[in-house]
C-alpha cells in the first residue's frame, strides 16, 4: 500500500527526529481512509494538477498522486520539504516524477512553477488557514476547484451565509472568488499529534467575482466587520470620512444605513464599495 499508516507517520518523525510544532501547524493525518476520503470527496481527476499546502510527511500527497497529473507541494519546513522526494520516491516510484516541491511560505506565494494549477487540495495548519486560502484563491487564478481541511469553527465561517451568527470577513472574501460549501467534518483521531479541535471540510468552486474593485471591496468588508454590533452608518464613518458621508455611501448603493455588517452579502459591498461620492 502506497498510503501512509499511523506506524510509518511515527517512523518517518522518529528518523527526522522531528517534533511537530503548534508554531506551523503541525497535525499530520495518519489515517489511510481519511486521505481516501479527502481526495474522492476533491474530485480530483487524471487531467488536473494539484497545488498541496503544508504536505508534511506526504499522507495527503501520496493520495492525490495516485490520481493526478501532478502535484506541487509547499512546504515551510526544509525537513520536510527535502524527505517528502524520497517518500514519494519509496511508496510510489512510478509517479515520483509528477512530484514538485516547493520550499516556501505559502503567504508569500505569487505562483507556482510549471502548467497552471486546476485544483487546490490541503489539510492547512489552522492558524493560517484563512489567510492561505484567500491568497491562492488572488494568486492562482486557474485554481477552478478546492477542498480544504480547517478547524471546524473556520470551516462554519468560511460557508456562512449572509445573516448567520458566523458569518464574517472571511465569509465574504472567499465568496469573492468562488461558492463554498462544507463538505463533512473530520474527527481528531486520524492526527498526530491529535488537535484540541474537530476539523471540518471546505469544498470550493470558482465563480466569476462581482463586478467592482476588489481591493476597494475588502477595504469596506475589514471596516464593516470591526465593530460588529455598530450600524454600517457608524462602522464604516472611518472608510467614508464621516458618518453622513458613510450614509450618503449607504443610500447611493441602495443599502439601509441602519443595517449591521452582517446582513450584506458580497455584491452588496461590491456595490457600496463603488457608490459614487457626492
Given at each position: 500500500m502506497s498510503l501512509l499508516t499511523a506506524a510509518d507517520v511515527r517512523s518517518?518523525?522518529?528518523?527526522?527526529?522531528?517534533r511537530p510544532t503548534k508554531t506551523l501547524g503541525q497535525n499530520f493525518v495518519i489515517d489511510p481512509n481519511t486521505v481516501r476520503r479527502l481526495v474522492r470527496t476533491a474530485g480530483v481527476g487524471v487531467e488536473d494538477v494539484v497545488v498541496e499546502v503544508g504536505p508534511g510527511l506526504g499522507s495527503l500527497t501520496l493520495g492525490l498522486l495516485e490520481v493526478a497529473t501532478r502535484v506541487v507541494a509547499v512546504e515551510i519546513d526544509p525537513t520536510l520539504a527535502g524527505e517528502?522526494?524520497?517518500?514519494?520516491?519509496?511508496?510510489?516510484?512510478?509517479r515520483a516524477d509528477r512530484l514538485e516541491v516547493v520550499l516556501q511560505d505559502a503567504l508569500t506565494l505569487t505562483g507556482v512553477p510549471g502548467p497552471p494549477p486546476t485544483a487546490f487540495v490541503?489539510?492547512?495548519?489552522?492558524?493560517?488557514?484563512?489567510p492561505v486560502l484567500l491568497r491562492l484563491l488572488e494568486h492562482l487564478p486557474s485554481l477552478r476547484t478546492g477542498l480544504v481541511m480547517v478547524q471546524a469553527e473556520v470551516a462554519d465561517r468560511l460557508v456562512a451565509p449572509p445573516g448567520s451568527r458566523t458569518y464574517g470577513i472571511p465569509s465574504v472574501k472567499a465568496q469573492w472568488y468562488a461558492d463554498v460549501r462544507r463538505a463533512g467534518a473530520i474527527g481528531r483521531n486520524v492526527f498526530w499529534p491529535a488537535p484540541n479541535v474537530d476539523s471540518g471540510l471546505v469544498a470550493f468552486t470558482r465563480r466569476e467575482p462581482p463586478v467592482g474593485d476588489r481591493e476597494a471591496t475588502f477595504a469596506v468588508v475589514d471596516a464593516a466587520f470591526a465593530q460588529r454590533r455598530k450600524t454600517l452608518r457608524a462602522a464604516l464613518a472611518g472608510w467614508a470620512g464621516s458618518a453622513a458621508a458613510a450614509e450618503e455611501r449607504l443610500r447611493a448603493a441602495g443599502i439601509d444605513p441602519g443595517a449591521r455588517g452582517e446582513v450584506l452579502g458580497v455584491d452588496d459591498f461590491a456595490r457600496l464599495a463603488s457608490a459614487p461620492v457626492a
Open positions: 518517518l518523525a522518529t528518523r527526522l527526529d522531528l517528502l522526494p524520497a517518500t514519494v520516491a519509496d511508496r510510489l516510484p512510478e490541503a489539510n492547512l495548519p489552522y492558524n493560517v488557514a484563512v
